[in-house]
């Protein structure tokens, strides 16, 4: 049977390698993006919500109401992951995905302070406002009935499309 044997610049029998170096990965960590944080219900089912997030030590961090469903499930078990993707058109796509075993603490310090990094990455860009300079208030007023989400970068998968262009 004939047919294409080339789909974006590359050889159908023999797929390139389109993985990101340590070096890459931590750089598109550190971007502001949004992850989706997928966590398991109790009857095995995939729960997937959008969430604001940090690398900080080798770890993403993140922070939820500690009586949402997210934070529900990561208690009763710890396998989750996190993806993050950004990229259009396809040849743009870039993407980590981490899954592991999340941590679940409920130190208000802790909390508290996974809050203020989330503000000062996210919220004070657009409002030029930082965390310490009034909002730091209503983030650890939040943090007593919040949970941080600790995820260790222990399996990462990722990918860079315009790998497949070089």
């Not at 047919?3 to 960590?29: I, N, S, Y």
């Not at 550190?30 to 997030?53: K, Y």
């Not at 109401?65 to 009763?76: D, F, I, L, P």
Request: with cysteine; glycine share 10%; proline share 6%.
């Amino acid at each position: 049977m004939n047919g294409p044997k080339r789909a974006l610049g590359c050889d159908m029998g023999k797929r390139p390698d389109l993985t990101m170096d340590p070096q890459e990965v931590t750089r598109f960590l550190e971007d502001v993006n949004v992850g989706v944080l997928t966590t398991l219900t109790p009857t095995g089912w995939p729960h997937s919500a959008g969430m604001w997030f940090y690398l900080e030590s080798g770890e993403l961090k993140m922070w939820t109401y500690a009586k949402s469903q997210k934070a529900v499930n990561a208690g009763r078990d710890p396998r989750v992951s996190l993806l993050i993707e950004k990229g259009e058109p396809y040849r743009d796509l870039k993407g980590v995905l981490v899954r592991g075993h999340v941590r679940v603490t409920s130190d208000t310090d802790e909390v508290s302070d996974i809050g203020r990094k989330l503000f000062d990455r996210y919220v004070a860009p657009r409002s030029g406002v930082a965390a310490e300079e009034g909002p730091h208030l209503e983030i650890d007023r939040q943090a007593t009935k919040r949970v941080g989400l600790i995820l260790p970068l222990e399996n990462i998968v990722s990918w860079d499309h315009a790998k497949t262009l070089a």
